[in-house]
């Protein structure tokens, strides 16, 4: 058994963007030698999200910012907004979405379907510089 | 330590369908002879969730697919409709609701409360074959 | 490698209240001698959630409250309130939520953002008793 973890940064330049991360998080599973257990993508912001889904045009620039501003919307009233920042909205959605993805690793990949994607949400209402945190753990020749 | 992992498909019949997986679930964490550690519960599509809630029928079949129509209504229009299925509204869904539940196991145990099951939640707008992969990380007395 | 398990109970005082217990997981990481890995934190619930956002007062006493209220409304009818307590729209934001959050540990720590605490949401209408399950799997000289 052995854990591995790998960080990198990433530049967003505001909401609601998403970024795929998935050929980052495939090669620190890779470089981790683990060749079976799980893997967690973590981002240690509370204005952003990890989710799983597929990187289609229409789907992550269009349909996923629509259905955010429905669910919870910018224009309401947040208390928050008062502390500092105007991105009350954008916690409540990074609450939501959650700021991980955990997955299974088999044969030292993750486990991932075909149309189903890693990606980093930017959710805050400007640019900001954002760490992922790719944490592997499981059995195999770990070179670490 | 050991990992240990087993796979299942489920048929399903289209949205919204939630599928009770938690004896499959505690019979993988059994079969793994992991005593102590933590499982994830992991589906590879980008129209499926897992989540954990209550079994209970008018539950996931009433309150559960209107509750998903109030929030992420499929008469809207979705950018990605116009690449191929109809489904926008089911990824939008699955982001929303995970990919995955990860428990921590005691005494060869998924950790689960009284009133909470392991469900497949089916969100794509026709029947599929859903793949469910149960990854157990710990230590036990591993027979694999 | 080595795994470690600590459990506490909260008493709760009804929806919506975010109770702070970060402190308990990063006691519960530092007691279990864990250097690098993983930690679940875990609610056997299906009518509370862990999540991870910011303490900010006016986010978690106004803000969640009235966006999981826009989001899945108390006062729309539940089939699930016939079979007893009136909690459907809890058992609803509970699912939706999410029951656990797994996060990295390095150095002996969770890798939380500064403006990141982990957070028990009571989404039940009564007080309640609710218990905690802080989950650690990793390598490090584990004193167990």
């Given at each position: 058994m052995a854990t591995y973890r790998q960080s990198f940064s990433i530049e967003t330049r505001g909401e609601v963007q998403a970024i795929d991360v998935t050929d980052r998080v495939a090669l620190a599973v890779k470089t981790s030698g683990i060749r079976d257990g799980i893997v967690c993508v973590f981002t240690p912001h509370s204005t952003a999200a990890i989710v799983a889904n597929e990187r289609e045009r229409g789907l992550i620039e269009r349909d996923l910012p629509a259905a955010l501003e429905r669910m919870v919307p910018r224009g309401v009233s947040y208390a928050h907004n008062q502390a500092g920042d105007p991105n009350g909205h954008g916690h409540i959605r990074a609450a939501l979405l959650g700021p991980s993805v955990t997955i299974p690793v088999a044969d030292g990949r993750p486990?991932?379907?075909?149309?189903q994607q890693v990606l980093l949400l930017e959710l805050d209402v400007r640019k900001r510089t954002r760490e992922v945190v790719v944490q592997v753990v499981g059995d195999g020749a770990a070179n670490v």
């Open positions: 486990m991932l379907g075909t149309w």
